[in-house]
Nanobody, 119 residues
Framework: QVQLVESGGGLVQAGGSLRLSCAASGRTFSRYGMGWFRQAPGKEREFVASISWSVGTTAYADSVKGRFTISRDNAKNAVNLQMNSLKPEDTAIYYC????????????WGQGTQVTVSS
């Protein structure tokens, strides 16, 4: 089992920045990758960014490329999401996730953290 705990959400004005963090505990030695998804009211959960734990390969949704940066902190067993140039449409609950196998399902989820961007 892997436990994930997010932090860092909040309210920010458009154009501002926020940094989300996700601390992992439990069976983290077999973890393949970690990522972030988000879900806005009335919409389906969507992929935001991911990073492979060993090599650090990253991937981003087109909507956040150039504005968001995902990184891993090996010492803290954590993954971060730096969000710059935030837009009102970035408003959502952001979820940290982990998977054990390349291309496998995102099987572990955090409880989510709210990000609200005001116009």
């Amino acid at each position: 089992q892997v436990q994930l705990v997010e932090s860092g959400g909040g309210l920010v004005q458009a154009g501002g920045s926020l940094r989300l963090s996700c601390a992992a505990s439990g069976r983290t030695f077999s973890r393949y990758g970690m990522g972030w998804f988000r879900q806005a009211p009335g919409k389906e959960r969507e992929f935001v960014a991911s990073i492979s734990w060993s090599v650090g390969t990253t991937a981003y949704a087109d909507s956040v490329k150039g504005r968001f940066t995902i990184s891993r902190d090996n010492a803290k067993n954590a993954v971060n999401l730096q969000m710059n140039s935030l837009k009102p449409e970035d408003t959502a609950i952001y979820y940290c996730t982990a998977r054990m196998v390349l291309g496998g399902p995102w099987g572990y989820w955090g409880q989510g953290t709210q990000v609200t961007v005001s116009s």
